[in-house]
């Protein structure tokens, strides 16, 4: 019979039988078990992370498929170095950002329809200075210093550079194309981060270019090393009172502390009860703005002009003006996106600063996602 059916039974037998047998020795005690002394705790050699910096990050933070990725990582970093800009993550992706927006990191980017649009232009500047058609037509039908006519050169031009070298030509060798071109090479930016070529001529009169000059500024700003160091420099080497760099972008497609300068205008304009152009430039027309305040400001005429003259300095912050102007409104944003319209030979698009600062705002974002 199976004891799993019948416990009761089973265990009665072993009483009974236990009864009958003969007494025995008690079992000698088991020797005492030794208990295992309790492992070590096993821990993790812990070694110090070396952040990522300087060159390995910018490394890090330019496009991952870019051409040339080590080449472009060396000129950034080396112009934040020459600059002596911290080469942080935030500084990194502001210029990464800027030079992705404005050229795709293209050293001397195309432009569609290059060719029609210089045309348009030089027109328009023939129109201005009274030349005849005639007179155009015969100056571009001239041979240039590489052998092909103006003209040639003119229709297979596609970057700024060769319209930039086309006009420079021209200028220096017939007195006639000063006329119509005012003196002025029409081509005002260039580059990958396409600075400003007047504001790379003022930087490297008052700071001297560390790099070897094969020619002119503005040879220097066609290149990748040269285009990167004056638009680093004019996008990062000044003192901004921003908390979102978002103006700081701004700034770099309307003039520096445009951003503040609009704010300031914004609120001058609601005190003053005359309205002003939100364009960042403290100009005549603020000026007059200005005047309807200068009892409550306890300010002569020549005092607010005086301090307008400082807005395109960090000083401005610190005048009578701009202080006064600001008690009086109590709680007001010190920065607001300036609303230019822009206008350019380059493009027959409406664009405008304040769509310009959000669009790079976005590639400064997604640069910063990449660590």
Known sequence: MSGMRFPGLIAAVAVALAGCATPQKPAPEPPPVRQAKPAAPVTLERRAVKPITGRAL??????????????????????????????GAPNICAVVAVTEHESGFRVDPPVPNLAGLARKELERRRERAGIPKLM???????????????????SQATTERHLSDLFEDLAGRLPVAKAFLDGHN????????????????????AVPYPYPKDGSIRDEVFTRRGGLYFGIAH?????APYDDPI??????NAGRYASRNAAFQKVL???SATPLELDGDLGAQTGRAALHLAARLQMSPDDIRRDLALGA???????????????LAGQAPHAVLPEIA??????????????????????????????
Request: glycine share 4%.
């Open 136 to 154: 155009l037509r015969a100056t571009l039908a001239l041979p240039s210093s590489d052998g092909r006519s103006y003209r040639e050169r003119l």
């Open 313 to 327: 300095t960090e000083r401005f912050e610190q005048s009578r003006l701009y202080t006064g102007v600001f008690a």
């Open 247 to 252: 103006f700081r972008f701004a700034d770099y």
């Open 58 to 87: 910018v490394v890090r933070l330019v496009p991952p498929n870019l051409e040339d990725k080590s080449g472009w990582a060396d000129d950034i970093h080396a112009s934040m170095r020459r600059l002596d800009i911290e080469p």
């Open 269 to 271: 304009s609601e005190l």
């Open 342 to 371: 822009l206008r350019t030979a380059k493009t027959t698009r409406m664009l405008t600063t304040d769509g310009f600062a959000r669009r790079v705002a976005e590639r400064y974002r997604a640069c910063l996602a990449r660590l």
């Open 235 to 239: 996008l990062l080497r000044y003192a």
């Open 186 to 205: 029409p081509v005002r930016t260039g580059g990958p981060m396409q600075v400003s070529i007047r504001f790379a001529q003022e930087h490297a009169a």
